[in-house]
Structure formats: structure tokens, C-alpha cells
């Protein structure tokens, strides 16, 4: 026996007893249907929530939610850290809000008041991290953006797409960056585009987001056009961040805008408010192409086109606005859009809604989500003020809602509904069993169509109809994995 063979069975060995190597299964026998990937709990997850407010009177929540998930680690934690911008961590910059969750299945909060509130950099291993969620909510009473302001706290990518923001008299539009890395800094464009196409905006350019740090970018400063409807994408050279944009209106209230699906032929926009009291439809096509999209809204009915707004043309690389007043008409609505013909070309959306009248005006805003798919989850739910909407745009469905245990104390309790095809109903959602305080749903379709969602929060304040609309959509609580077998003859190949 030879230097080499002994050399390569040491070494086979050796290999062994570390750790078996796993290599795909060869393709099945004609005919046969490959083995499905097995799907398993992630053990890490990362959320970003932006810095919540530069007004002195905000006062802001946040609240922190894991479902139980068959499977799943015992052990782990979750934690949310000041973005300090130091690549340490520490978390201990003034406002930071204490939050820290006890076990998967039941609500944490916590707070934070005026306008030092930081951006935090969250992570969750182990039990806490399949489907982890965040949500931020604000209240600020008066001033530019007086209302409710919510968002979902996101993880990190590399391209973010938002129609709806503005660079309008009156409105004041941030981008918020935030960077989770401790070591190296991310490296952004932002480009702005408007109804004639792209502006000029060099100071977006090259923008260097420092580590386990956040910057809040005002729109107005990266160019000098003002333009009521614009499209902003944000796009990574280096790194990963998350991004969000704070629209503010010095009349009407705001909101965070999240960034929208990706771009699509075909788009849904779940749960305008029945009282809304003016839509407007905000589209953008990245590509080389035109886009030609049918305008329709899933009623409580069915789907129905609305009067004199049957279509809209998107030109290629241009912002198109169209104005569907008060589309709803008092029922539960979601908005359908589809090409007119054969040809899918990708495009991007949200809407802009307004409830209220004259001075009492509140906005808020929904982007083009993905469906619910396995599982989607919505944190800082309460009994009174809270509308779950659900539409399934392409057939029946059947949805199981359920609502946690209350942050401070109850039960969890479980309703299943049916949503016709091409119909949207905000459903009367579950409550906690002797629950108080807080608490989150959880929506898993159960057969039939895909299913969007939407959760609208809801106060009044000094007559104000103050609201803020969070899309629900895939909590990403579990993760393909490929059926693997030990393959040791890889090493003699």
C-alpha cells in the first residue's frame, strides 16, 4: 500500500470522525418526483428599527414578538441595542428603551420618549429567532407629522424601492440607513425619481453609512426639484442596511413609508381603510419597458374597477401618481394591479391614504406586499383600535388567525375564516383569553389562494383620526433545507 493511499484513508478517517459531509441527492429516476426540502426553524434572525422621531413630545413603543414554532431551539434570547455607531453595541446611549423578552409566545414592550430615541440594531438566536418581529410605534401631538407613526422593524438587504415619498412644499422626507455591522461601513446610492424621470441628485451618491450606526438623509438636501410623488431607490455598493422613509407633511399628519415588494407584473396593496377619504396610487417601472396595469379593488363583493380610473400607464423610469378619491366608498377595500395584456413588465407601488377632513387630515401609507405565504406576523395589537384585513385576490381561502397571550397576562385564542375570491374583509380578529396589555396576531393560511394582509392601527387624538397601516407578510420563521446524505467518495474525485 503506497504513501498516497495510506494518506487518503488517514485522512478519510480523520474527516469522519469530525463530521460527516453532506452533498446533494442526485436527481430521482425519471419519472419520480424529487424528495422536498425539509423546512427547519432559522436560529438567527436580524430586525432594524430607524430612529422614531426628532419631535421632543414624541412618545414611542415597541414591541417584541416570537411565535411558537414546532421545532424550534429552547434555548436563545433576543436583544435590541442602540446603533451607538461605536462597533461596540453597548446600548446605552439616553432613550434607549428597555425591552427584553422572557419566552417565544408572549409579547415584551417597551418605550421611549422625546427625539433622542436612537435606531436600534436588534438579534435574536436560538427559540427567539423563527419569526421574530418588532413593531415601532409613535405618537407625536402636534407639529409636522402630528399623528400615529408605525413600522415594522426589518432586516438588512441591499436594495430598497420607495414610490410615495416627496420632496413637495410641506412635506419633509428622511431616509433612514441603518448599518448592523460592528466592523465595516456600508457604502449607499439613493437615487430620487420623478414624473419626467431620474433627478439630479449627486450628493445621493457614495454615501457611507459607518458601522453599527444610523443617518437620517433629508430628501430635500440631495436635490433642488420639488415634486409631490416621487420613487426613491436605495441601492448598496458594499455592506447591508436597512432603510426606511419618514414622511412627514406639515399639514396632514404621516408616517414611515417601508419599501415596497419587488418590482412585479402583477401587484397587491391590502386594506385601505374604509373610511379613508383620498387614494392616491403611486407606480414606478425600473426597467427598459412601459407598463400598462389594469386599476382594480378587491371589495367585500368582489373585484370591481373604479370609475373612471380603469388603467394607468407607467412610463419606464418614470413616477405616475393617479388620484382614486375615496375609492373605498366605507367598505373594507385592497387594491389589484394586473397588466392589460400578455406582457409582464416589473413595476413598483404604494398608496398614499388620507382619513379625515380640512385640517383634521391624518396620512399613512401602504406599499405592494408579498403574500402572507406560511406564516406572517403583527406585533402591538390592542382590543379596541386595531383591523386586521385580509384579501385573496385569486381565489377562496382559508386563513387561521390567532392572538396571543397579552404582555401582561391571558391566553392565546384561535379563529379560522374563509375570504372569498376577489374579495377583502377586515375581519373581527381574536382577542387574548383574559388578556392585558399588548399582544400579537399571528396569520397562517390554512388552503386555497394566497393570501395579503395589512393590520391598520387606529386612536383619535384632538379629533385627529390618527392611523398607521402595517403590510403582513411572510415572518420568515423557517428556512428550506436540502436532503443531504454522507458522501465520502468526494474526496477521491
Known amino acids: 500500500m503506497n504513501r498516497t493511499t495510506l494518506s487518503l484513508i488517514a485522512g478519510t478517517a480523520a474527516l469522519a470522525a469530525v463530521t460527516a459531509f453532506a452533498a446533494f441527492d442526485p436527481p430521482a429516476a425519471s419519472g419520480a418526483a424529487p424528495v422536498a426540502a425539509a423546512h427547519l426553524p432559522v436560529e438567527r434572525t436580524g430586525l432594524l428599527c430607524p430612529a422614531p422621531s426628532s419631535s421632543d413630545i414624541a412618545d414611542t413603543s415597541y414591541t417584541s414578538f416570537t411565535p411558537v414554532t414546532r421545532g424550534a431551539a429552547r434555548d436563545g434570547a433576543a436583544r435590541l441595542v442602540a446603533a451607538d455607531g461605536t462597533g461596540k453595541g453597548t446600548g446605552k446611549k439616553t432613550g434607549q428603551p428597555v425591552l427584553t423578552p422572557k419566552a417565544p409566545g408572549t409579547p415584551a414592550t417597551g418605550d421611549a420618549s422625546g427625539g433622542d430615541a436612537p435606531a436600534l440594531i436588534g438579534t435574536a438566536d436560538g427559540g427567539f429567532a423563527p419569526g421574530w418581529t418588532v413593531q415601532e410605534t409613535t405618537e407625536v401631538a402636534v407639529g409636522t407629522g402630528r399623528g400615529l407613526l408605525g413600522v415594522n422593524c426589518a432586516g438588512p438587504d441591499t436594495e430598497f424601492w420607495f414610490p410615495g415619498a416627496s420632496t413637495a412644499a410641506g412635506r419633509t422626507d428622511y431616509v433612514h440607513l441603518t448599518n448592523p455591522d460592528d466592523s465595516a461601513a456600508a457604502v449607499v446610492d439613493i437615487g430620487l425619481y420623478g414624473k419626467d424621470g ?102 367585500p363583493q368582489g373585484l370591481i374597477t373604479p370609475a373612471g380610473n380603469e ?91 390567532t392572538a396571543s ?63 398607521t397601516v402595517q403590510t403582513v407578510s411572510n415572518d420568515h420563521g423557517t428556512v428550506a433545507v436540502p436532503q443531504t446524505r454522507e458522501d465520502l467518495s468526494i474526496l477521491q474525485r
Not at 416 to 423: D, F, L, Q, R
Not at 428 to 444: D, F, I, M, R, S
Open 405 to 467: 397571550a397579552g404582555s401582561e397576562g391571558g391566553s392565546p385564542v384561535t379563529k379560522t375564516y374563509t375570504i372569498k375570491s376577489g374579495t377583502t374583509q377586515n375581519i373581527e380578529a381574536p382577542v387574548p383569553a383574559g388578556g392585558k396589555g399588548t399582544y400579537a396576531l399571528t396569520v397562517e393560511p390554512v388552503s386555497g389562494a394566497p393570501v395579503y394582509a395589512s393590520r391598520t392601527l387606529a386612536v383619535s387624538e384632538g379629533g385627529v383620526p390618527a392611523f
Open 198 to 299: 431620474a433627478l439630479k441628485a449627486p450628493l445621493g451618491e457614495n454615501l457611507t453609512v459607518k458601522p453599527h450606526a444610523s443617518d437620517a438623509i433629508l430628501l430635500s438636501t440631495l436635490t433642488d426639484e420639488r415634486q409631490t410623488d416621487l420613487t426613491v431607490h436605495v441601492s448598496v455598493r458594499s455592506g447591508r442596511v436597512g432603510a426606511a422613509v419618514q414622511a412627514l407633511d406639515d399639514k396632514a399628519g404621516g408616517d414611515w413609508l417601508a419599501a415596497a415588494a419587488d418590482p412585479a407584473g402583477s401587484l397587491v396593496l391590502p386594506g385601505i381603510p374604509k373610511d379613508a377619504t383620498d387614494v392616491r396610487l403611486i407606480a414606478f417601472a425600473p426597467g427598459d419597458e412601459d407598463a400598462d396595469l389594469k386599476i382594480r379593488l378587491a371589495s
Open 311 to 401: 388603467s394607468v400607464h407607467v412610463k419606464s423610469g418614470m413616477t405616475t401618481a393617479v388620484d382614486l378619491g375615496d375609492v373605498t366608498r366605507g367598505e373594507a377595500g385592497s387594491l389589484v394591479l394586473t397588466p392589460t395584456g400578455r406582457q409582464q413588465v416589473p413595476v413598483v407601488a404604494a398608496l398614499q391614504v388620507v382619513r379625515g377632513e380640512g385640517d383634521k387630515k391624518e396620512t399613512a401609507f401602504i406599499p405592494a406586499t408579498a403574500a402572507v405565504g406560511t406564516r406572517a406576523t403583527s406585533a402591538d395589537n390592542s382590543a379596541k383600535g386595531t383591523t386586521l384585513a385580509l384579501t385573496a385576490p385569486g381565489g377562496t381561502a382559508t386563513v387561521k388567525v
